[in-house]
């Protein structure tokens, strides 16, 4: 499954970069996340609590940031697996600068799901994917001006 | 009077409708514990660690197995013996067929989702499924292969690593001379025509309950199985027991339609668990797991070119088709080889070459599925029919004719090889009648006429048609053992294993008639491995014809032994007595009998015997019903559909059937097999579809993704049949099983062309789904 999206920040590119690899931060705005510890060398465990459809469940992984040309392009790789099934996601993640001020942040991200979790919410999982994708950005903004 | 062609009410039904039937899951024994399966949920992936400590640990826990713990107690499933062909066949078509046996449980790999990994066994359902959660399996994926023609290819990953290539089983075919065909003809047509992935969905699903009683080394085993002997045989043979030591029922049965015709992992490892812990277990299959991991069927692909004349003669096809068979293929040739005997049915084609590739994927294996290859033929042949009649701007009955196998050419020989080895000649019926008969059914020449209104009016409906042959009735055998009793009540054990067939009504009626005894005074029993020594199953639309006859000649010859008993007591010429009603007497003087009763006792062993010399005491005959070949029934479906041009959806109208199954034994039944069958048909033709994404994950994993019809979507099929009686089995009956389903995809997709025509809409796959076909119309349109 491949979804992307496009999202504008007021902020400065840096202090979204900046946002967006700070552990206190991810933790409070990741779907479900109910732990987050970072292992190092831009590698962090992860556990989730996420409902897709009818398919419930906790998941637990790992994600690994890897900054290909800081500040400006970064990708995320995600596995984790629970009784639900497994999820693996790759997303591309580019920061562009905004003539006038803020930044934007282009994602493409393109998500494995396997098990439970395919057979029975692969129908709606797009639409949740788009939600949750939409719920992440707002969440970050908050947290950005509470942390301002 | 006879019993056999009225309709007699099905002595099933009151258990089944009246809730007193017993299914595997209403079975209990005493310390009965419950098994769950934990499956893969990769479908090619690497098994680096399975830890089940924690689940091991969890209270109400019996035990957690997987692969490693076999310790070499439990061989692989191989495929079915069963299915290999005859070596005529084999020295004709020359297949190669690669060795592809099954671990019970995987191993270090897996290679598709749903494939069992760890079983455990619990207190209860709810435990397991606790204790489910617990087990941690570290899964390292590998890169899946999903699509056929890709695992074709030369530089792809092997699946099975004792394969040379992902070709499990290859044929080729051919009669008379397609090449040159090809160039004295006038036309050519090219096609790709798919059927779909689909699963057989019986109502009931998968269930195994094992009790071993090791104070005399018996193994009792319930299972929802349409093959009981088969079962038996391989748990014996991989679990290394005394045959006789293995006692397999199949209970009642809430249908199987082929996908329980194939013995499966859990039939093994649910009766070595209850070995090896010396206790009742049981397992429920849930519904997600049937869709999941359930052998699955159909899924065809044939690239097919047809040569063809103005007049709407077709001269030759030519088939090169791809069965993707998913990990394993338990049935080798069987479903891929009886589409090629089947392919040209009705249709006198003297040129056609064919083969066949079965290829092994990441997906969950197939087996046969109600019609087990010939649905797909149809689709195919019948597709042909009406591409060429829409060519050559023809109405398709006039190339349905055209082309159809007079019934003056009858004996006739197709040139090819049926699956047992014999000869593929049909030898009764009438074909053209057949199309007449259901097209007078349907009043076609009025819905012509009408339809140029209706359409003008700016309605999309047209009508359909599809024809098939059907090879029923195959051996090698079906044995029935007929007993009088003591009370002067006839039992018939049969080998078969009835799953919705109405064994005990049809085949008691057989019975009867040679008695001249109420069906209501004859007992049959079937789907039990202790009645009788010989078995095989029921599928394949066989039932009637081999146990039928099995029953009709024991019957007979225990009735000709009870007249040579009655012959000694009452001191007259056997030829000169008469049976009915229970009663055996002189034809000259009625009043003069014995019962049945009588007869029993005084077949007893000792002094008091009556039965002639030269004959052993006991009121029992067996007699093993060996079919020369098969028998052949045909079919003529009707449809008349509605298309919504707006939605894309699909109104049926009106269904009509033809057909025949020889001597009809009871209309109400053999029309229930019709109707139903229909119905899966129109599944297949409408809403079915297994899919799986690249990654080998199914995504129709439940009935809200997979769909299939109600009664709200089923018409009630208006039918009419012809009765041309087989000359392979005394008592001329045919096979009627799988008939309904075999059409409908062929029937209605031609109806939804016709309905759309002039739009030149391309429907050469399945289902017709209302985003697929308002897509294809749109196109059409804008084409």
Known sequence: ?148 | MTFTGKNIKRKEDYRLLSGNSQFVADMQEPGMAEALFVRSEHAHAKLNKIDISKAENMGGVYSVIIAEHFNGEVDQLPPHSEFTLPQNLIDEINPIIQPCPEDILAKDRVIYVGQPIAIIVADNRYIAEDAAELIEIEYESLPSITDPYKAMEQDVDIIHEQMSSNIQAQFDLSTGNYDQALKDSDNVLKERIKTPRVAANPIETRGILSTYDSRNGKLQVWSSTQVTFMVRKYISKLLGLVEHNVRVVAPDVGGGFGSKCAVYPEEIIIPYLSMKLDRPVRWIEDRMEHLLSTRQSRDQTHDVKVSYNNDGTITGIQDYFVLDNGAYNPLVLTCSYNTAAHLRGVYDIPNFVIGGNCVVTNKAPTIAYRGAGRPEAVFVMDRIIHLVATSLELDPVEVMMKNMIKPEQLPYDSGLIYRDGEKVIYDSGDYPDGLKQALELANYDKFRKEQKKVKSDGSYVGIGISSYVEGTGIGPHEGAIVRLDSSGHVMAFVGSAPHGQSHETTLSQICADEFGLDPEKVTVKAGDTDLIPYGVGTFASRGAVTAGNAVHVASKKLQEKLLAIAGEILEISPSDLEMNDGKVFPRAMQNKYVTLEDLALAAKPGPKCKVPEGMEPGVEATHYFVPPTVTYSSGYHVAIVEVDEETGFVDILKYYVVHDAGKVLNPKIVDGQIQGGVAQGIGAALYEELVYDDNGQLLTGTYMDYLIPTAMEIPDVEMDHQEFLSTRNPMGVKGVGEGGTISPPAAITNAVCDALNPLDIKLNDLPISPSKLRQRIKVAKTS
């Open chain 1, 1 to 148: 499954m491949n979804i992307n999206g496009k999202e504008k920040f007021e902020d400065p590119l840096e202090k979204v970069w900046d946002s967006l690899h700070d552990p206190e931060i991810l933790k409070n705005i990741i779907p479900g996340c109910e732990e987050l510890n970072y292992q190092g060398d831009g590698e962090y465990e992860v556990i989730m609590k996420l409902g897709v459809a009818a398919v419930k469940g906790e998941y637990t992984g790992k994600v690994k940031l890897d900054d290909i040309e800081k500040p400006y392009h970064y990708i995320l790789t995600a596995q984790g697996s629970g009784s639900p099934g497994h999820v693996d996601v790759e997303m591309d993640c580019k920061l562009n600068e905004l003539e006038d001020e803020g930044c934007e942040l282009v994602w493409d991200c393109q998500a494995d799901v396997g098990g439970k979790i395919a057979g029975v919410g692969s129908r709606v999982l797009g639409g949740i994917a788009k939600y949750m994708a939409g719920k992440f950005f707002k969440d970050m903004k908050s947290q950005m001006k509470a942390k301002a």
